[in-house]
């Protein structure tokens, strides 16, 4: 009988990290609370790549295609993103449980803005590691802050 705790994967401002592109958090402790009994991996891919704080990003469809785009910058971060979290994913194989921050551009599951190249909402949708996340953690249900 394995003694190896459940685990389940963060979103760092979750936890009460300031990672958030403002340097601020959004720590829920009745997320904090229902995972005590886990080995808790925290979550943010953007700082680790872009800083904190940071130029806000967004999801934009460009030719029917989701692009992560910087807010003022218009420069595309699309594939460091990805890179990062398909990193995250290697590092941690299996995992239990998944709770993401809505409506990120990295992390929101189906509640995240999906915007044209105007920067109008044209529906709601996934940021781009709640979809890769999907994909990657197939029997995993995936939820977010407003679950709990």
């Given at each position: ?9 963060i ?19 009745a ?8 080995e ?20 934009i ?7 992560i ?25 299996k ?34 590691a ?10 995993i ?8």
């Open positions: 009988m394995s003694s190896a705790r459940k685990k389940v994967i979103s760092a401002c979750l936890l009460g990290e300031r990672c958030r592109y403002d340097g601020k958090t959004k720590e829920v402790n997320v904090i609370e229902a995972y005590k009994e886990y808790i991996i925290p979550f943010c891919p953007e700082a680790p790549l872009f800083g904190t704080p940071r130029e806000r990003i967004n999801v469809e460009v030719d029917g295609e989701n692009r785009i910087t807010d003022e910058t218009n420069i595309d971060v699309t594939e460091s993103l990805e890179k990062e979290i398909h990193l995250f994913c290697s590092r941690y194989p995992v239990d449980a998944i709770v993401l921050k809505s409506k990120s551009p990295s992390c929101g599951y189906k509640t995240t803005p999906i915007l044209n190249k105007n920067k109008e909402l044209i529906k709601v949708g996934d940021g781009i709640a979809q890769i996340f999907q994909k990657y953690y197939k029997n249900t995936i939820q977010n802050e407003l679950s709990f």
